[in-house]
């Protein structure tokens, strides 16, 4: 046997389980996209069960593009996805940058920083919309009340009490509301994952030129000089690499939006399949392939992005 067949000989079980565990679900979700295929149909008994004579064509597509909150959905799931990356990325610079200097201490740092990463994301939304963000007995509630207590006994000091007597009171916000759901999830997951990109910086620090950095010293370089012409550009793959990977799992979330608000005015293409999952699995299956095509488009420019990036 010749050198070339026996590694690919070797591949090909694993290739094969991969094929198989990709296009078996895929067909299924296909499948069920086209017909008629919903659970508790008392009227149509004959619909409950994923039979070809229930074919429907492009029905259940046009009754999920006609659904109030498809475009929402859609919406949602760019503008999380997108600002949650954003912050990731700043912020994952900004402390992998401070804690890239040696300190005492730094090792401890270090775990701590990077314990948020492991906690699951249910119990993260949680601990989040109740303990911190809740607007009664959260830490924001607290502290809000601790503000207005301030204001309010400031109001009658004898120099500066007219100008805080101009202050209004602070209202709490209501992280479970339709305008606010958003950013709650965006704050959680932002504060879950920027570890991930801490990590990932942190260590691409560590193979960063000193000897330039070193001469630029020597030449009279600002620090922020230093950051954006020779930081950066070192960062360039590492921040593509966590782009792409944080972008490919964050189209998926589920679990915080259902618990900070059931959906409420903050659904997700994840969430919407959910819902049409308890009953109409024809339509949770097409919405299931739009979710797979707006996947491909983001994943396609990501990969574009990052093979630029490393070709550079």
């Known amino acids: 046997m010749s050198n070339r067949r026996l590694p690919r000989l070797l591949q090909t079980p694993a290739v094969i389980l991969l094929l198989i565990w990709m296009l078996v679900p895929l067909s299924m979700t296909l499948y ?81 920083l990077i314990s948020p990463f492991f906690v699951m994301p249910a119990v993260n939304a949680v601990l989040w919309i109740n303990m911190i963000l809740d607007p009664v007995l959260g830490l924001q509630g607290i502290a809000v009340e601790s503000i207005n207590d301030v204001i309010d006994g400031l109001r009658t000091a004898p120099v500066v009490g007219g100008f805080f007597n101009l202050w209004p009171q602070i209202e709490p916000i209501s992280f479970r509301a339709t305008q606010t759901s958003a950013i709650a999830v965006i704050i959680m997951v932002t504060w879950q994952w920027t570890p991930f990109a801490v990590l990932i910086f942190m260590t691409s620090l560590q193979s960063e030129d000193q000897q330039q950095k070193e001469a630029a010293i020597l030449d009279g370089a600002s620090t922020w000089s230093m950051f954006r012409f020779l930081t950066l550009p070192h960062l360039g793959r590492p921040i593509a690499i966590v782009v792409m990977i944080q972008a490919i799992f964050h189209l998926s979330l589920y679990a915080e939006i259902e618990i900070v608000s059931r959906g409420n005015g903050n659904k997700n293409l994840p969430y919407l399949i959910g819902e049409f999952a308890n009953n109409n699995i024809g339509a949770a299956s097409a919405t299931g392939i739009f979710a797979v095509i707006l996947a491909n488009i983001v994943a396609i420019f990501l990969l574009r992005m990052v093979g630029k990036t490393l070709m550079e």
């Open 32 to 112: 069920f996209s086209f017909i008629r295929y919903v659970l508790n149909s008392l009227s149509r008994p004959e619909w409950t069960s994923p039979s070809l004579s229930n074919w429907r064509g492009f029905g259940n597509y046009n009754f999920v593009l006609n659904n109030k909150d498809f475009l929402l959905a859609i919406q949602n799931s760019l503008v999380i996805v997108c600002s949650i990356l954003f912050l990731t990325v700043i912020f994952g610079i900004l402390i992998a940058v401070l804690i890239n200097k040696a300190f005492p201490g730094r090792g401890i740092v270090r775990v701590l």
